[in-house]
């Protein structure tokens, strides 16, 4: 067994939900450090991102690790379809993770104590410079199943015209799309972000704006 990583430890304390193995769970996150496969325990951690390196057991009795990202707050925030008069509030987002830009709806991280409405009401102010004139919440999203262990929360709100822009945060603009070409948009591949294209099943489901009738 390798020594504890005393982060680690306080991670299992504080938050034992990051830690269930329910029943029939492909892995199971075992208690100890196995001496093979190290080292395990938190990888990186700053206010937003925690990365973990869980000691675990395969089905087939081998131990090793398997590595997942969850927010250092516990929640992941929320995403906000906004929609302005009808049309989709989109930003132009340049990602240092793909390297390129990305048309995306509003979202943001949760600030510790708050809600994810509350999180939803402040990234509109902050990210559009428009207030809520309504707010539906859609349901929560899992952005990547693969690594990331957290949920986010997905938001519709109805809001004033978007006034901000940030270009000092790699928004190069802020742009209310009509349903139409948002239609062409999605047929042509243009929209690759899961929480802007969650967002929109949900509202499609549900009939509203873009897509009420």
Same mark, same amino acid.
């Given at each position: ?37 190290? *080292? ?6 700053? *206010? ?9 057991e395969f089905p087939d009795g081998r131990t090793g ?49 708050e809600t994810p409405e509350q999180t939803a009401r ?5 990210e559009i410079g428009a207030p809520a004139r309504a ?31 940030? *270009? ?46």
């Open positions: 067994m390798t020594g504890p990583d005393d982060a680690y430890e306080r991670l299992r304390r504080d938050r034992p939900d990051l830690f269930e193995n329910p029943p029939g769970a492909w892995t199971t996150i075992v208690d100890g450090y196995p001496s093979e496969g190290g *080292p395990y325990g938190v990888c990186y951690r700053d *206010p937003y991102v925690t990365l973990l390196r869980d000691p675990v690790g398997y590595v997942r990202a969850v927010h250092s707050g516990g929640h992941a925030g929320a995403a906000i379809l906004a929609v302005f008069e009808g049309k989709v509030v989109l930003l132009r987002h340049f990602r240092h993770a793909t390297r390129t830009w990305h048309w995306e709806i509003p979202r943001g991280f949760s600030q510790p104590g402040r990234e509109l102010e902050e707010v539906e919440f859609l349901g929560d999203f899992h952005a990547d199943t693969g690594v990331a262990g957290s949920r986010a929360a997905l938001f519709w709100a109805e809001v004033a015209r978007p006034r901000a822009s940030h *270009p000092e945060e790699g928004v190069e603009r802020i742009e209310p799309v009509p349903p139409r070409r948002l239609g062409r948009m999605l047929d042509d591949g243009e929209i690759t972000d899961s929480f802007t294209l969650g967002a929109l099943l949900f509202a499609q489901r549900r009939g509203l704006a873009p897509f009420a009738s």
